[in-house]
């Protein structure tokens, strides 16, 4: 099956820096979605991005789909932006999610 | 996007019984999914929930262990069964708004600890 690593597994940050995500896959993907979990395990949708560039708000994120990748941006971290961010594809004639790694994020006053 | 609910949103169980975990949507959904997280790690596809007809089960889950109902377009019930304290996770409901979207949408998820 296709595999979805994510980099880094942990990132600390202060208040107010700027952070990269990456997502690498292993084949080719219908669709990819990022995910934030928040510390009560509340899954929050980022982003639906199987292509392009997409912005919102403080966050952006891209998924270049022939190189087998997506970055999600965080600029001007803040506190509440620590949790754990998931990107999830989806591929083959199914319509199911399967997660990647994961990213921990810790953002400090 | 639609209000998804789940219940029990946590529960603390004895080992060797069984819990029923219900999840309810505002909306008719097409695809609906039950993810599992264990403590620390991602989250896994235990199986499709089927509208009218069994589950479709994910390598390493089986009906028995995680009987899967879904008698209608709105609501489905995944049960662990059996209990083991290697079943404490968090249980999550995963619906598709809009037939061919493809964007899934979780609900709160269920804490379950097995002692």
């Known amino acids: 099956g296709i595999q979805v690593e994510q980099s880094p597994p942990d990132l600390i940050l202060q208040e107010g820096a700027n952070s990269t995500l990456r997502c690498n896959f292993s084949d080719s993907v219908n669709n990819l979605q990022w995910f934030h979990q928040n510390p009560w395990g509340q899954l929050i949708n980022l982003f639906y991005?199987?292509?392009g560039t997409k912005q919102n708000g403080r966050l952006s994120a891209t998924t270049v789909a022939t190189e087998r990748y997506s970055l999600l941006y965080i600029s001007s971290s803040q506190t509440t932006d620590s949790g754990v961010y998931f990107c999830?594809?989806?591929?083959?004639?199914?319509?199911?999610?399967?997660f990647g790694t994961g990213t921990r994020l810790q953002v400090f006053p | 996007s639609a209000v998804i609910s789940q219940k029990p949103s946590r529960d603390i169980c004895q080992r060797g019984t069984s819990l029923t975990i219900q999840c309810q949507v505002d909306s008719q959904v097409t695809m609906m999914f039950w993810y599992r997280q264990q403590p620390g790690q991602s989250l896994t596809l235990i199986a499709t929930?089927?509208?009218?007809?069994?589950?479709?089960?994910e390598s390493g889950f089986v009906i028995d262990k995680f009987p899967i109902s879904r008698p209608n377009l709105t609501f489905s019930t995944l049960t662990v069964s059996n209990m083991s304290p290697e079943d404490s996770s968090i249980y999550l409901c995963?619906?598709?708004?809009?037939f061919g979207v493809g964007e899934l949408f979780f609900g709160e998820g269920s804490r379950l600890t097995v002692l």
């Open positions: 991005i199987p292509s």
């Open positions: 929930a089927n509208q009218g007809s069994e589950a479709t089960y």
């Open positions: 999830a594809v989806e591929y083959g004639d199914t319509d199911k999610l399967i």
């Open positions: 995963s619906v598709e708004i809009g």
